[in-house]
C-alpha cells in the first residue's frame, strides 16, 4: 500500500466563512458538514477539514498544485476580490508571481490568515 495524505484539520476563525473561501476561490464542491467539521475536497481525494480553532490561530503554509488553466481561474479570482498577493514566501515581491521550474506560482491568505500557495509545476521539476 502507498502512503497517501487523506486530510489535513485547518483551525480555522470561522470555519464556515474559511471554508467558503476555498471552494469558492479554487473552484472546488461546496463544503460538507462532517460531525465538527466542515469538509472541503480536492481533486486528489484529500480533504481540508475546517474546524474552529483556539484564538489566536496559528497560521500554517497550504501548496496547491493546478493546471496552467486551474492557476488562471483561481489568481483571476484572488484578484477579483482585492487580495494581496506575493511571488515569494518571504512576501518581498507584492502583486507578483513567480515562474520557478518553468512554471508560475503565487502566494496569499485565507480569512484566517493561513498562507496559501498555488504552483503550475512541482518544486524541482524544470520542464525540458
Request: no cysteine; proline share 11%.
Given at each position: 500500500m502507498a502512503v497517501e495524505l487523506n486530510h489535513t484539520?485547518?483551525?480555522a476563525e470561522d470555519p464556515v466563512i474559511s471554508a467558503r473561501f476555498m471552494s469558492?476561490?479554487?473552484g472546488l464542491?461546496?463544503?460538507e458538514p462532517f460531525g465538527p467539521f466542515l469538509v472541503v475536497r480536492t481533486?486528489?481525494?484529500v480533504s481540508l477539514d475546517y474546524i474552529a480553532g483556539p484564538a489566536p490561530i496559528e497560521a500554517n503554509h497550504y501548496a496547491f498544485l493546478v493546471s496552467d488553466a486551474e492557476f488562471d481561474a483561481i489568481f483571476g479570482?484572488?484578484?477579483?476580490r482585492g487580495l494581496d498577493h506575493w511571488a515569494d514566501p518571504a512576501r518581498k515581491k507584492p502583486g507578483q508571481i513567480n515562474t520557478?521550474?518553468?512554471g508560475r506560482g503565487v502566494y496569499f491568505c485565507d480569512p484566517s490568515g493561513h498562507f496559501l500557495e498555488i504552483i503550475t509545476r512541482p518544486y524541482g521539476k524544470e520542464l525540458p
Open positions: 484539520i485547518v483551525h469558492e476561490v479554487f464542491p461546496d463544503p481533486a486528489n481525494g479570482r484572488v484578484k477579483a520557478h521550474f518553468g
